[in-house]
């Protein structure tokens, strides 16, 4: 069989010499130009030169059977010296150190090793066989272990203490030598080229340790799920129907003449269902679809942990909940957590202390409270101390952070900041823009030192002031938002390190109020996260009355400053849902008619209940500590929703248009 191999290879070299040959000026101005331009399809040189040729020619692969792997290649080690092994990799770029010496680095999914051609010891048509291989080819070596010379080990490979001496080589299928770019080059090319080759890109160690985890996360949930806690996996259906709630959904045309599905935004109908239905505790790893415009965190389809329990209170899902990430830290990151790192925060409190309902609590910078210094109690007067930032920050870092705070022109009045000095330190209050300064009580220099001592401020320090309305609604304040600013431009200087309180801090966010004034200012109320979440049991009866001071019994899990999971304890009334439906949320009748069905399970005796959904993808993004969730899919969307692999979306036919109905506008 090896003969045959060697003979077959032999006819396919003037064909391959051939091809490299033409390809091979092309390659190295690629090479130059770091591949920048490289987002056509490339297509493997052979075989367009098989195209001119008569029948069937594909030399340049083995075919037939070859010797089954006996080893992975990140596993060979001291112990294995002498052994006669069988690896099967991708082919590396081959160091020629002279005639007589050859290494070729062999990489798969475990790791790389050593392969080494030595003219004493290995078969001659070895040589030439690794000499016509390119870069990602994918082969099969027979060989045996030897013990590298003590001045050559590489200790920061775990098996840089050994190598194989190849004894036989078989090229399976060689690599294009115009691959766009190569996983092992050290610049690569811009991420929309990576996109379009995923399948290259996935073979860098980084990703390919990114989507390992992933699985093994996903096994760890459903593990402490199933076996810990007696939860049942069910999968609900992705054809699902559209409904006045959420962002906006992706329909799906059927040739029904005017009926459509929607791709579900979450399984929340579905499971509270499967409470009705007596199930008591479900989960799944869901997938989930929106159609709104991307971030680094965000992506058209998605996946969420997603589970829900019967009986259950919000100590319940949260006791369950921290369980589960505890699981998954130790088992991942081996980071051990206990119940004292999970603290609880209501809304208020984070709104006024940090503005933010998810703050990130790796560093201090607290907003502080200074609604006393002005005349009237309608309003509330936000203060943020930067300790010694008069020095930190220049004029021009706040100027680059006014620009990026992008303040509106209502607060331009009512936001400024001053830098303490000697000459100001009992009278700063007086130096802001006049929305401040008017609104002010009277002051004396007893006041401000009242103040000085009450906020902390010192000579050298930099105060912002806002002040806004008392009544707090939406996700963060402008205080909040230059909190992060000043900490970001802290961090880059080297004054502010912005994990000093730990790399992980997680926070409990609870008591969010149940309605929020309609952004859009066609209805009054609109739902804060969404029309199913039960209110306090105290302030039911605010709910005909009042409904901007109730609150809900929604949950939000924030780790470092980020929304990783949000939760409710869901209504389990016809009566109560309906009546938000109509009387709060006032939605058309037609309107909620499309909840019909929930409605009617929520009236056939369905359990409290209550659950929660967390965002897998940007879980795994903060255990991988990768900028983006795109790093942590296997494959991605890009910006817009592109999907460069398989060019989506794309257009369809005339015939399949008609078939469904549809006429495009023009």
């Known amino acids: 069989m090896a003969t045959l191999s060697f003979v077959s290879r032999r006819v396919g070299v003037s064909l391959q010499r051939l091809c490299q040959h033409t390809l091979s000026q092309q390659a190295r101005v690629i090479a130059r130009v770091g591949w920048k331009q490289q987002q056509k399809p490339f297509h493997s040189a052979l075989t367009r030169l098989d195209q001119h040729l008569q029948g069937y020619q594909d030399t340049a692969r083995h075919h037939g059977q070859y010797p089954q792997r006996t080893h992975k290649c990140g596993d060979i080690r001291a112990h294995n010296v002498d052994q006669d092994v069988v690896l099967c990799g991708w082919a590396q770029n081959a160091r020629s150190m002279s005639q007589d010496l050859i290494f070729l680095p062999l990489r798969d999914a475990s790791g790389t090793t050593q392969l080494v051609y030595r003219s004493e010891a290995c078969p001659e048509h070895i040589k030439q066989a690794i000499q016509q291989l390119t870069p990602e080819s994918v082969v099969c070596v027979q060989g045996i272990v030897r013990s590298r010379p003590e001045d050559n080990v590489n200790r920061d490979l775990p098996t840089g203490a050994v190598e194989v001496e190849i ?3 078989y090229c399976l299928n060689p690599a294009s030598p115009q691959l766009p770019f190569w996983p092992t080059q050290k610049q690569l090319p811009n991420e929309d080229v990576r996109l379009r080759y995923r399948y290259l890109d996935l073979r860098r160690p980084g990703l390919q340790d990114n989507i390992r985890l992933r699985s093994k996360t996903a096994n760890t949930i459903r593990q402490y799920l199933i076996g810990e806690h007696d939860f049942c996996e069910i999968e609900t259906p992705t054809l699902f129907k559209s409904t006045p709630e959420g962002a906006r959904e992706f329909v799906v045309p059927t040739r029904k003449a005017g009926l459509f599905y929607a791709l579900p935004q979450s399984p929340q109908q579905h499971k509270q269902m499967l409470m009705a239905a007596g199930f008591d505790r479900y989960f799944q790893i869901a997938r989930c679809y929106r159609d709104e415009d991307l971030r680094a965190d965000r992506q058209p389809e998605f996946t969420q942990i997603d589970l829900e329990l019967s009986f259950a209170t919000v100590n319940d899902v949260q006791r369950i909940i921290q369980g589960l990430v505890k699981a998954v830290w130790a088992n991942s990151l081996g980071v051990t957590l206990t119940d004292k790192d999970f603290p609880h925060l209501t809304y208020q409190e984070a709104m006024s202390r940090y503005g933010s309902d998810k703050p990130d609590l790796r560093f201090d910078l607290e907003i502080q409270d200074a609604s006393g210094c002005l005349a009237a109690a309608d309003d509330a007067l936000d203060c943020l101390v930067v300790k010694q930032g008069a020095h930190h920050l220049t004029g021009g870092d706040l100027k680059t952070l006014l620009r990026d705070l992008e303040v509106s022109d209502a607060d331009q009045q009512q936001f400024g900041f001053v830098k303490i000095n000697e000459g100001n330190l009992s009278q700063w209050l007086a130096k802001y823009p006049p929305g401040i300064k008017h609104a ?6 007893d006041t401000h030192a009242l103040w000085n001592n009450k906020l902390n401020v010192d000579i050298g320090d930099l105060v912002f002031l806002h002040r806004r309305p008392t009544y707090l609604h939406g996700g963060n304040t402008l205080l909040g938002r230059t909190r992060l600013q000043v900490a970001q431009r802290l961090h880059q200087k080297g004054q502010l390190a912005l994990d000093a309180k730990g790399p992980f801090k997680f926070a409990w ?4 109020p149940l309605f929020t004034p309609d952004e859009q200012g066609l209805r009054t109320w609109q739902a804060t ?4 979440t039960a209110p306090v049991d105290d302030d039911i009866p605010l709910l005909a ?8 019994q929604h949950y939000d899990l924030v780790l470092n400053g980020m929304e ?8 389990h009334s016809p009566v109560m849902q309906t009546f938000i439906f109509d009387k709060v949320l006032q939605l058309e009748k037609h309107e909620y008619a499309r909840f019909d069905h929930l409605i009617d399970a929520l009236g056939g005796g369905c359990p409290p209940h209550g659950g929660i959904a967390l965002g897998f993808d940007r879980l795994m993004a903060i255990l991988c500590q990768a900028p983006s969730i795109r790093d942590v899919i296997a494959f991605p969307k890009a910006a ?5 692999v398989v060019d989506s979306p794309s257009a369809i036919t005339t015939a399949q248009l008609d078939e469904y109905g549809l006429v495009l506008k023009q």
């Open 167 to 169: 004894q036989e080589l």
């Open 440 to 445: 002010m009580a009277a002051s004396s220099p």
């Open 509 to 512: 966010i609870e008591a969010f």
């Open 529 to 532: 996260h969404h029309p199913f």
């Open 545 to 552: 009355t009042n409904p901007g001071a109730v609150r809900g």
């Open 564 to 571: 990783i999971g949000g939760g409710s304890i869901r209504i």
């Open 640 to 644: 817009g929703g592109k999907d460069w």
